[in-house]
């Protein structure tokens, strides 16, 4: 075979490979990733629309299932939400109920239980704080409700009406009249028991609070921590 029959035999092969050795391999695949990269996009456009061209439609609810609140009708009035003023709801006895409210202040019927010795705190008639463990004892049943700000509570007897109150000695007491002396911070402990510390005594470093021992009988406050059990108090409903 000639040369000249050899070179047009290879010639394709070599204009190939001339132009494969001009251009580099990384720019090829670059070309050949846009050139799929556009035919993607350009079967998607075809199938799925933009959002411009797509009529939006409003959906409008029949009047007659669903009524219009901004007229400026009234729920209540109109009967479309339900009252609480039913006289069911709003009357309340002293034997029924767990929660009232009373010009803007939660009451709660609690007993409060000691952790030391599993008495109830009761305030009796004579003043004196003893502990009973007789659950549901007359004189066991308090009247718990926040004063003034958030955490600091009044507790008052419910049979007795007198308010558990702290001298300036650390001695637990009930008085018929609620005074500073009347206030305690009730806290949530970590172990899930409430303390009752005073308001008016003790400082930032030594709380005075309310406390039971074993027997059953209240502790001075001077002598007492929050981690002693005998501060540690669960509110039980009556």
């Given at each position: 075979m000639s040369s000249k029959a050899l070179l047009f035999t290879f010639s394709p092969l070599l204009l190939v490979f001339s132009f494969c050795r001009s251009v580099p391999i990384d720019d090829v695949r670059d070309a050949m990733d846009r050139s799929v990269s556009a035919n993607i996009a350009?079967?998607?456009?075809?199938?799925?629309?933009?959002?411009?061209?797509?009529?939006?439609?409003?959906?409008?609810l029949p009047s007659d299932d669903v009524p219009d609140f901004g007229s400026g009708e009234d729920p209540l009035l109109t009967g479309l939400a339900p009252s609480h003023d039913s006289s069911e709801d709003s009357e309340v006895t002293r034997d029924n109920r767990w929660e009232r409210n009373i010009d803007d202040d939660?009451?709660?019927?609690?007993?409060?239980?000691?952790?030391a010795g599993g008495h109830h705190l009761q305030i009796l008639p004579d003043g004196s704080i003893r502990g009973t463990r007789h659950s549901g004892d007359q004189y066991a049943a308090l009247e718990m409700a926040p004063v003034h700000f958030r955490g600091v509570m009044r507790i008052k007897g419910y049979a007795t009406?007198?308010?558990?109150?702290?001298?300036?000695?650390?001695r637990l007491y009930g008085s018929s009249v609620f005074t500073e002396e009347c206030k305690f911070r009730e806290t949530l402990e970590e172990n899930l028991y409430n303390t009752y510390y005073s308001v008016l005594?003790?400082?930032?470093?030594?709380?005075?609070?309310?406390?039971?021992?074993?027997?059953?009988?209240?502790r001075n406050a001077l002598r007492t921590k929050r981690k002693h059990l005998s501060t540690h108090f669960l509110p039980r409903r009556v």
């Open positions: 350009d079967v998607a456009v075809g199938n799925f629309p933009m959002t411009a061209d797509i009529t939006r439609t409003r959906r409008s939660i009451v709660r019927m609690r007993q409060l239980y000691c952790r009406g007198l308010h558990l109150c702290m001298d300036a000695r650390g005594y003790g400082t930032r470093r030594k709380r005075w609070y309310v406390a039971l021992n074993k027997q059953g009988r209240p």
